[in-house]
Each structure stands twice: as C-alpha cells, then as structure tokens.
C-alpha cells in the first residue's frame, strides 16, 4: 500500500527512505548546539571536579580585617573540604626597580642607604627606594608642588606633617627620609610595594 505525500502517491519503500531522511535532518539539526553545550559544561565542571586547575594559591600569606587564619569547611560539588587558611594565601604584586650602585658618602641617597639597612631591608629595597624618589623629587630636599603642596624627598602632603620627626623637616633630608620611610613602612610595608602602587598609579 502507498502513502500520500504532497499529492504524490509514494511506495511503501519510498516512504520509509523519506521518513529516514526526515529522521537524519532531525538528528543534524540539534547536534551541533548539544555538542556545543557539552563542551561549555565540561570548562564550567572543571575548576569544580579540579580546583588546582582553576588557581594557584602561594605560601605569602595575606590577612584581611576580620578573618582568623582557623580552619574552616567549605562545600565544593556538595563534598565538604576541610582547608586551614594558614596553609594559603594570595602573592602581592610587587615591581622591581634597577638595581643602583651605593651611594656617594654625605648625599641624601647615603642617608637613605643606611636607614634602610637599619629597618632590615636590603640593597634591592633600597633601588626601589632611589626609583620612587626619583620619579617624585629627584631627591631635592627643597622639592614643592605649588598645586599640591606636597614637599621635600618623599613629597610629604602636606610638608608639615615631617614636623612630627624634628622642626627642621624643611631643610633636612635625614628629617625627610626619617618621615618618608615611615610613611612607606606603614602603609606599605616595603619600598618595593611603595614602588609598586607608583608604577600603577603614578603616585604613592
């Protein structure tokens, strides 16, 4: 028995070679976008199944406000996972500067020298030192920005503020340098991580 098809009477044959045509049409038509959400789920499974393929973590541990270094239990794919944060943490970024010869006796860049020394920084500390007051005063102890009133060697806003290490902090540059890195330890910690946010930002 024949089966109609658009007013064309099809054998028996004819109409199942149609129907598996129709059928691979079908099968072509939704396998490019099933393989394509295939391969999304596995990228989107992977940092899942295998965290250590999503991210590194260093041994320089860095601590935030409010956060103990205690062990603590997250759930990753449902599984509870015991981590001790003490074990991790996230590398700062830190720029390196030229490395610079020692200082002459006597200039500002010789008292600078041996204050980093003191604090238990080194040479390398030290060339990221020479680098960041290069680029703010060139290390000119008269160095003034008329529009921002910043002042001296490390460029101190306002100057005054070098009056909290002695009352000669206008013409001093052992005065200067004693704020500068005070300054720099304080809320940098390092000269290299000072050097670091100036190479970001063009200021520290």
Not at 59 to 67: C, K
Not at 129 to 146: M, P
Request: proline share 5%; net charge neutral; glycine share 8%.
């Amino acid at each position: 028995m024949g089966k109609r098809r658009s007013g064309i009477v099809l054998s028996t044959a004819s109409v199942a070679r149609v129907e598996a045509a129709d059928a691979r049409h079908v099968r072509a038509k939704w396998s490019l976008p099933s393989f394509a959400f295939a391969v999304s789920t596995a990228f989107v499974l992977v940092p899942i199944i295998d965290p250590s393929a999503a991210f590194a973590l260093t041994r320089e541990t860095v601590s935030a406000p409010g956060i103990s270094e205690e062990g603590q239990t997250i759930t990753a794919g449902g599984t509870p996972l015991s981590v001790n944060r003490s074990e991790f943490g996230v590398s700062r970024f830190h720029a390196t500067a030229p490395a610079v010869a020692k200082p002459d006796p006597g200039t500002a860049q010789a008292i600078a020298y041996d204050m980093v020394l003191s604090r238990g920084w080194d040479d390398a500390q030290y060339a990221c030192l020479v680098s960041l007051w290069n680029r703010e005063s060139h290390w000119n102890v008269y160095a003034e920005n008329k529009k921002s009133g910043a002042y001296g060697i490390a460029q101190a806003l306002p100057g005054s503020k070098m009056a909290s290490v002695a009352d000669d902090w206008q013409t001093n540059p052992a005065t200067q340098i004693t704020w500068g890195l005070g300054y720099i330890a304080g809320r940098y910690e390092t000269p290299c991580a000072a050097w670091s946010s100036s190479e970001r930002r063009g200021w520290y």
